[in-house]
């Protein structure tokens, strides 16, 4: 049986391998000790030697995490939830949102819409407006997105045609 200092002191290079590998919330390093059999007493001190550190900050985390999801064309909304998920309170996660620019927000979606349309008929802008939504975007903006393309669109094709 080992002794409680060697259990914290176990789990505690167990925290910082974790670190090391990639950044994570306070809950996903509690989790991760938890379930890696570390008694709470444990896990209460490697979160707070952590905390105390500054090694570990949900706030940065989140930001970090909200800009670089949103690159990829997650919206808003799905952001929000994975974050909440992550164990990243509301006001650290709505101060990450804010940090977004709703124009870049609506150019991501501008240009996920611009992947995924085929064709201009009806059911393909239904389906593109759905992923959209699923992807996390509100529907005004998915909205927004799809006609914004399609006015993209027709200026290439007046382009084209004024300069045969």
């Not at 952001?79 to 150019?107: F, I, M, P």
């Amino acid at each position: 049986m080992q002794s409680f200092d060697e259990e914290k002191q176990r789990a505690l290079d167990r925290a910082f391998r974790s670190l090391a590998a990639r950044a994570h919330t306070e809950k996903e390093i509690a989790d991760k000790l938890s379930r890696a059999g570390y008694s709470e007493r444990a896990v209460a001190y490697v979160m707070e030697t952590l905390s105390k550190y500054r090694l570990i900050d949900d706030a940065s985390y989140a930001e970090s995490w909200v800009l670089t999801r949103a690159k990829r064309g997650v919206g808003p909304y799905r952001l929000r939830q994975e974050l909440r998920r992550k164990g990243v309170s509301s006001e650290d996660a709505q101060a990450a949102l804010d940090t977004l620019d709703e124009d870049d927000s609506l150019d991501a979606a501008v240009s996920f819409a611009a992947k995924r349309l085929k064709n201009d008929s009806p059911e393909e802008k239904r389906r593109v407006l759905q992923a959209l939504v699923r992807r996390g975007y509100s529907y005004d903006t998915a909205r927004g997105a799809g006609a914004r393309r399609r006015r993209f669109i027709r200026r290439l094709n007046v382009f084209f045609h004024a300069i045969r």
